[in-house]
């Protein structure tokens, strides 16, 4: 488990788990719900969107973000 898909979703797999679940949920939320008003290609293309990003964030490694919180941590309270 080191990713943020394994960590929330439960599998390293895109699209294994509940993580086939994720666009569901984004095309439901109140989020989207303003985007109703686009055209169904104009749709499909945020939706692709979404997803891509989505992916990217949940494809972060875990020990990266962690390290990289404590050298900003470090930082700021050497600055300080």
């Known amino acids: 488990m080191n990713t943020v898909r394994a ?6 797999q895109p699209g294994s788990g509940r993580g086939n679940d994720l666009a ?3 095309r439901g939320s109140a ?7 686009l055209s169904p290609a104009g749709r499909t293309l945020v939706d692709r969107s ?4 989505a992916g990217r964030l949940l494809d972060l490694d875990l020990v990266d973000l962690l ?10 309270a050497e600055a300080a």
């Open 7 to 12: 960590l929330l979703l439960g599998s390293d």
């Open 24 to 26: 569901e949920r984004l």
């Open 31 to 37: 989020f989207t719900g303003p985007l109703r008003a």
């Open 50 to 53: 979404l997803g891509s990003v």
């Open 67 to 76: 390290m990289a919180g404590w050298r900003k941590h470090t930082a700021l």
